[in-house]
């Protein structure tokens, strides 16, 4: 009988599109274990079949054992894993990434590394969230003070629109429930979304790292992306749920905005986004290279070479 581990893994194109899988799923207290290809969760209750190729992320909260069968179909199939803390408001750790391809990840470190051009994204993304604003010529300064004042703007019309009273952003860091329903809602819409943007992230093989508005921290490029939807997705969800009731807003503010995801296709929109911010002059050849599992050298003059060749035999070869 061949064994699992004998199976070739499968290539980039037969693998699920990140925009056409689910955008999350959050598992708690319960085992995670594989059958055939798809995952069971097994807990008091009985077990639940998720098909893995489907699968955004998977977030494992507290009370969860994964086997390494599991493990390995997830790591085939490119979903992306987080562990994560009670209430999914602690990032741990994750799996690994969808993509094989190095394009954005290059385009990125090129953007990321020419001041002008990290300027010239920020203000891209600042445009991206706020349309009916021109940043051309604001400065990193300019663009932070903007983005706060548009916050605090969107707190308190997300207020008045849904009667919620508003008091101000708090959250205590290891301490959920210290703030009031709204703000235990916001932060659950928020942890979640970045979970995701960090699924799309990964998956298309950028540096998480990289960030170009978020500085200095792992996820820098991750926080970044998740704010392009937090004032039109995140915090109008966030204030609805309060809206509802006092009960369980964590659990409930995950379940609305997984439904909210699939509603508008946001996995799609997401990658849309990092391409044209990454690669803004990219025509459909230049996008599809990220879907390539090519590897080749590099040589002088910028050009690049088929690997698996020895060139011991090419020493006076002009490229």
Known sequence: ??????????????????????????????????????????????????????????????????????????????????????????????????????????????????????????????????????????????????????????????????????????????????????????????QCMYGIAHAVVTSLACSPALGFVHSGHELSFVLDIADLYKTEIGIPLAFDIAAESDEDPGPRTRRALRDRINEISLLNRCVDDIKRLLIPEATARAAAETDRDVVTLQTDGGHHIASGINYDDHENATW
């Open 1 to 190: 009988m061949t064994s699992v581990s004998q199976r070739p893994a499968p290539t980039p194109r037969q693998l699920t599109r990140t925009s056409d899988r689910l955008s999350f799923i959050y598992l708690e207290r319960c085992t995670v274990h594989r059958e055939a290809n798809a995952i069971t969760a097994q807990d008091a209750e009985g077990t639940t079949h998720i098909p893995s190729a489907t699968i955004g992320t998977l977030l494992l909260g507290p009370g969860t054992r994964v086997t390494h069968q599991a493990m390995s179909v997830l790591g085939e199939t490119g979903a992306a894993v987080c562990w994560v803390g009670e209430h999914g408001v602690r990032y741990y750790a994750s799996g690994r990434a969808l993509s094989r391809s190095s394009a954005l990840m290059e385009a990125q470190a090129r953007q990321w590394a020419n001041p002008r051009q990290r300027l010239a994204v920020a203000r891209d993304m600042y445009r991206m969230r706020f349309p009916d604003e021109d940043p051309t010529s604001l400065t990193r300064q300019e663009l932070l003070g903007r983005e706060g004042r548009r916050v605090k703007d969107c707190y308190r019309a997300q207020a008045a629109r849904t009667g919620v009273p508003w008091r101000g952003r708090r959250y205590s860091p290891g301490d959920f429930t210290a703030g009031d329903t709204v703000n235990q809602s916001i932060t659950a819409a928020a």
